[in-house]
């Protein structure tokens, strides 16, 4: 284990390779996935489509969030309504009963979208752990085609299969190239 | 590579007409990263001196009170209702590209969703300023929201003006969400490209670190799913409740079913009119043309042949009710809005918006630049003055002594032109300082980001352009 570092030497964060093509990354995932790594992730600068079968993760807990939401902001809307018409100022108005809940519809679906979209986006952002300015990777020079038109992988020293002479054979032959050792 | 598959009616078009993802990249970043041409500080002036007119017609109706504008009992809605209505119809296009469009994995909407988007939000403001000032005593506007006071009173939530305070509001700020979160991918690309230290250290911010990560797309795309999702029904949600501020009132000519659905049709027409007026300057000025092709105007053209005949529908539903419900004061209303002192508001509004739009059947129409140019700027015109007839309705109302003819003073005129500075302002630092396309999503159609494509030559040229994200 490479972990094991003395205070001296810096701590390794991992191994960034790149790879040509979007094919090239996905064959490349599959091949990672199976030798059993966690700790890794692929980057592109668009979603792949089918990349997360590929590395084998599962699926995203993004619709909890946003259903608990949803429920959370129309319960908010339907009960600040009904709590101010019939206890906080029971007044008749127009000659509509106290508790016309119909009316009470459109009040309590835009909370509910509201509060979803505040849940989607803050979920989001909570799953992936950002806003995270800084990252290990951001230390490769080359690692700023990520966002133009660079497909990398890169393995973490955390995964227990983490070997540095093996790790980057692993990516050498799964078509890696520019293969960088990157410090944490 | 360029694959030139437009000429073969068996295959579907491409939608960008490059195969190299560097490329899109720069043509997208381009304008961000050189100097503005000329004609944007030219319109950036324009934008920012009606922008101040704007503001100091605003001061002055504050410090004078609602009465320098022309409304009266009973047209006491006037140009302000006219305006919000317009400016809040047009932001929903916005949200029907983004959402809607992509719900139906109408994968063609890369081209336009993020100016659509932006062009939303910048119209919901200039939407928002009008009832907001039309309350009269703006020092107590906070009282729309259910605040606790010392007084102990609450909004009115049986009442449709609250609903719009509750429907804008959320729609704004969804709005707002959408449109960052799909700018994050994005921000990270002119990040990563940004040659200055103070470009990259604002981008850095903006972009929240974002880095690409499968990890992350997953959760990214999925909540994007969502938004849109839940957009949707937001969108037809919003426009439905501006139109219950006339239709549950018990007024002749307002108090109709049909008031929702064809407000909502009304409201996308009008917005995909915009869009393509604003997509197709800004295509001329920063030279889009290889992300926004061809293809994509005539789409949205359909979109506004169909859209505008569905209000073509619905006036002519209108009238047909007003006759045979047999209801003498509805019957007035709409004999009275079409051949009566406003006349040739409705004239303006029946040609522009159900005649202009017809011309779109013919393909040849449908693709020609300067035509659509006049077509959606009077489908524009002709969208305000649906909402003009529509609220000077009231200006023969039951009592005939009160009749009158409503006629705007010169604030309210000039106000309503100085939003175009406020919409121009923030439009014009958006076309400057931020991606105008999406560039993550214009990749992700793009037959090579398939990662099956290379694999067999056939299969992944049809599929890459048709394929799920």
Redesign the interface.
Known sequence: MEKTATPTQPKIFGILAEFGSPNEVYKAAKKVRDQGYKKWDVHSPYPIHGIDSAMGIGDSKMGWIALFSAFAGAFGGFSLQYWVSVYAQPVVIGGKPINPYPAFIPVTFEPGVLFTAFGCIIGMLVLNGLPRLYHATFKSKNFARFSDDGFFISIEARDKRFNVSETRKLLEDAGGRNIEVLED | MILHRDDDPTKRPMLVETG???EV?EIISKPAETKAPATWFVLMLASLSLLSLMVGLIGYLFWQGTGVWGVNVPVAWGWAIVNFVWWIGIGHAGTLISAILFLFRQRWRTAINRFSEAMTIFAVMCAGIFPVIHVGRIWVIYWVF?LPNQM?????????L??DV??VS?YF??SL??W??GLI?DL??F???ATTGVRKFIL??FA?????????????????L??AA??T??VL?VHS?VS?DFAVSKVPGWHTTIFPPYFVAGAVFSGFALVETLLLISRQVFGLHKVVRMHHLDNMNKFMLLTGSLVGYAYAMELFVAWYSGNIYERFAFWNRALGEYWWAYFIMVSCNVISPQLFWFKRIRQSIPIMFIITILINIGMWFERFVIVITLHADFLPSSWGYYRPTWVDIWTYVGTFGLFGTFFLLFLKFLPQLA???V??VMP????????DHHAAATTGAS???
């Open positions: 190299d993802f560097h990249t259910p102990q009173v609450w909004p009115n939530f049986r009442s449709p609250l609903w509750f429907a959320t700020t969804v969400l959408f960052y979160m991918p990270a690309t990040r990563d490209r850095a911010i929240l670190g974002w880095r690409g990560s499968a990890r992350h797309w997953q959760n990214y795309e999925r909540a994007y969502i938004l839940i957009s029904p937001l949600s409740i219950f560039i993550a999503e990749k992700g090579q980001a398939n990662p099956h494509f290379g694999e394929k799920g994200h």
